[in-house]
């Protein structure tokens, strides 16, 4: 059973940068493509970015591309997500998932959540 587990959500100023870690365990995580979402109070959950197992391809939601980067560490089980500039839109909490499939800008999620991680912006 693979298990995801975020950190680093905090309350942020506008303008500033924060980096989110998922850390998976289970086998094969090399294997699957890992993303983030993102639900933001009254809103609906929305995909943010997604990057696949071996050949660590990212793709992002077309509004996020530009001040969020995806990495992972495959040695380490570890996604990342960098986010600068941050504003009070990017309020939400963000979840780490697995096994999402991609198409372009859009992604459907897979069946395996972490419980995720809020993050605040605000002065």
């Known amino acids: 059973q693979v298990r995801l587990v975020e950190s680093g959500g905090r309350l942020v100023r506008p303008g500033g940068s924060l980096r989110l870690s998922c850390v998976a365990s289970?086998?094969?995580?090399?294997?699957?493509?890992l993303g983030w979402f993102r639900q933001g109070p009254g809103k609906d959950r929305e995909f943010v970015a997604a990057?696949?197992?071996?050949?660590?391809?990212?793709y992002y939601s077309n509004n996020l591309r530009g001040r969020f980067t995806i990495s992972r560490d495959n040695a380490k089980n570890t996604i990342y997500l960098q986010m600068n500039d941050l504003n009070p839109d990017d309020t939400a909490i963000y979840y780490c998932?697995?096994?999402?499939?991609?198409?372009?800008?859009?992604?459907?999620?897979?069946?395996?959540w972490g419980q995720g991680t809020q993050v605040t912006v605000s002065s």
């Open positions: 998932n697995g096994g999402v499939a991609v198409l372009g800008s859009t992604a459907t999620p897979g069946s395996v």
């Open positions: 990057i696949t197992g071996n050949q660590n391809v990212p």
């Open positions: 289970g086998r094969n995580f090399d294997r699957y493509t």
